[in-house]
């Protein structure tokens, strides 16, 4: 394959693609379509909580690495014939990830976890999350804006088949799976892991539709469906989802003002609230209504009281992560017939499973997203990563605020879309650029065979 480009005052120059250029683009464009596939395959997958979801979950993950260590190898190789330099690009976010992949290490190691198959169960799903999201932070800025447009528009429909399945329901999911038990919305079987999902995805898409180089009919279209899927929310009747949307709106709404278009920001939020609460006082004011109001929840208390004991039994490494489940009967007082899995807060769980330690690396996490997302917004104002930044930093505060009432965490559909987000959201400009500070590294070794 020829290219042709003319130089004023010479004769055109036929520039060669060679074999390596097009296997370059192939592999880049297969890496960015298959980390897409994967997030995409989880929520399809009932959440990606089954053994067999669970194991494709994981598989996937090990071969969207493989793919992007096969793109940069053809990458390097094409500026470099002998001498091959793979660009590994770091976060701020790897640090807490790595030390809290230690302390899972010493509890398994040392045998501190009351199960050891359940922490190595949870400790593979946090290989994987910490896979995707490695691979999210080597894409470059035109990869990441396009995951973000696939991931927009599959929540855009993944929303409208939502509530056309919760307006002819038959207790099936895709009117065909009949859970055991559970509130179901779309493909999940706990309507508090839909409304997680949509947290994530709802100000990725606010944020496109609200891209000034889109043409008007695309900002419409955009438009209705940001308004669905906040609306899905509120149908799901996920008290938990109500609130993680208005803080994540609130949030979003705040950070546009000071970074972005402050004129417009408070016209903008206030139309869309307005428009989607409009939207659902005509679909459903009755059952919304009440389920709002609604808010004796007495089991959670339960729950909350009897872990304090389990808490002063392993207060410093907790009693291994992932046995939550495992450990809590021992500890639990009172029985309502009910299995209780899952704390029903990430927050008072991860404290549980890995102790004060775990905990305070969780803070730790929290403190680098909101610290480093803040200076990139800051840093690169007006562009349109920084809008992606934003959003993503907006999805992750929403279930952050959902995580206090609920274990979207322990999803692993939502957590592999939660860490990519966070990493997006934490990511430098300057890396893609070539700029290699203290967020990037170029690793150079030469081949085998070659002088």
Known sequence: MHSAQAIEGSAPVVTRISRRDRLERALRVCLVVVFSAVLIFGPLALGAVQDWSIALLEAAAAAVLLIWMAWRLSAS???????VQIEIRWNPLFAPMLVFLGIVLVQIAFHRSAYLYDSLAELWLCIAYGILAFVAVQLRHDDVTLFANTIVAFGSLYAVFAVFQGFTPNGKIYWLIEPRAGSIYGSYVNHNHYAGLMELLLPLALVIALDPSLRREKRLLLACATVTMAASVFLSQSRG????????????GIVWMIHFSPRKSATVFVAFCITTALFLAWVAPRELGSRITDIHDPERLLIHRDSIRMFLAHPLLGSGFGTFATVFPHYRVFYDGFFIDNAHDDYLELLLETGLLGFGVGVWFL???YREGGRNMRLIKNSSIAR??????AGCTGLLAHSFLDFNLHIPANAALFYVLCVIATASSKISRGNFNRHGATIPFTRSGSR
Not at 77 to 83: H, R, S, V
Not at 244 to 250: N, R, T, Y
Not at 388 to 393: G, R
Request: charged share 5%; aromatic share 4%; hydrophobic share 80%.
């Open 241 to 252: 989802g109500m609130i993680a949307v208005i803080v994540e709106m609130v949030f979003l």
């Open 77 to 83: 190789g094409i500026a470099a014939p002998l001498t």
């Open 388 to 393: 992606i930044n934003a959003a993503a930093l």
């Open 367 to 369: 403190v680098v997203l």
